[in-house]
């Protein structure tokens, strides 16, 4: 991110008011009329990141939302948090055996299209399947890329559920992030589900030895296996504090409407 600011300082010198000294500015653009709800849900963040004398406010034009910070030591805390959409996907995994059927006759198909013969294709490992050929499946599952595929189930890439409605951050309070007791740079995601959501994440859980994948923004932060039904609280394991606070910040703060683009940068002062 200290590359990209360099360049756009001067862009930013152009589009952005003076501030405070020592301090930083960030501009970010949204969808049409998207600004407003977006400056809430990042002043929100911001709090809960305990960001102080920081002012999160709409630009003229409905599109565009800048961001002024007085201490441009948390420039980069700002930057992880306010660049994250923060949705959060609650998915049911399918079954490791389940999900090696379905990844054999994945291959299995890809190899037809490209062009091999049948007894050859039947062949063919799963290992060898392109992202490009990882497709949503017409039942309702859909591939995601495995972020620890050294665990069980061993394999780069887990099979979720999508056809049923998915859990997402709106359904978390009361989120923390903690240091893990397992090890230094250990850190865990705490939350508490909201009475409304209990019942939908008790039928998540309800499958013991399943795995559950939290997929934030389109990519799988863990896929825990379920030892127990939960209903009212749970944890994400991370590695990383600043990773951990940014996550916890986000979904503490709830969605964006869209993805950020970033506009531009100014640092004030020295």
């Known amino acids: 991110m200290r590359g990209r600011a360099a360049v756009a300082l001067v862009a930013a010198s152009a589009i952005l008011p003076a501030g405070e000294e020592d301090g930083a500015e ?4 949204f969808g049409e009329g998207e600004a407003p709800a977006a400056a809430r849900v990042l002043e929100k963040r911001l709090q809960m990141l305990g960001v102080e004398g920081a002012t999160v406010k709409p630009v003229e034009g409905g599109k ?14 700002v930057q992880a948090v306010a660049e994250r959409v923060g949705r959060l996907e609650f998915r049911r995994c399918v079954k490791p055996d389940t999900a090696g059927y379905f990844n054999r006759r994945l291959a299995f198909d890809a190899a037809l299209k490209r062009g091999v013969e049948a007894e050859k294709a039947r062949d063919v490992p799963a290992e060898s399947l392109t992202p490009a050929e990882r497709i949503a499946w017409p039942n309702g599952l859909r591939w995601y890329v495995n972020p620890h595929p050294a665990e069980p189930p061993k394999d780069d890439w887990i099979l979720c559920e999508i056809d049923r409605p998915a859990l997402t951050e709106a359904a978390l309070e009361d989120v923390r992030a903690l240091r893990s007791p397992g090890g230094e740079d250990q850190w865990e995601i705490h939350f508490s589900v909201k009475a409304d959501f209990r019942d939908k994440m008790a039928d998540l859980t309800s499958k013991e030895g399943v795995r559950l994948a939290m997929v934030l923004d389109g990519e799988v932060l863990c896929a825990p296996v379920v030892r127990a039904q939960l209903t009212r609280s749970g944890a994400i394991s991370m590695s990383g504090e600043r990773e951990a606070r940014s996550i916890a910040a986000a979904l503490g703060g709830g969605a964006l409407p869209s993805k950020p683009t970033f506009v531009a940068e100014k640092r004030i002062g020295r």
């Open 26 to 29: 960030i501009l970010y653009e």
């Open 64 to 77: 565009r939302v800048v961001v002024l910070l007085s201490d441009r030591g948390r420039l980069e805390d």
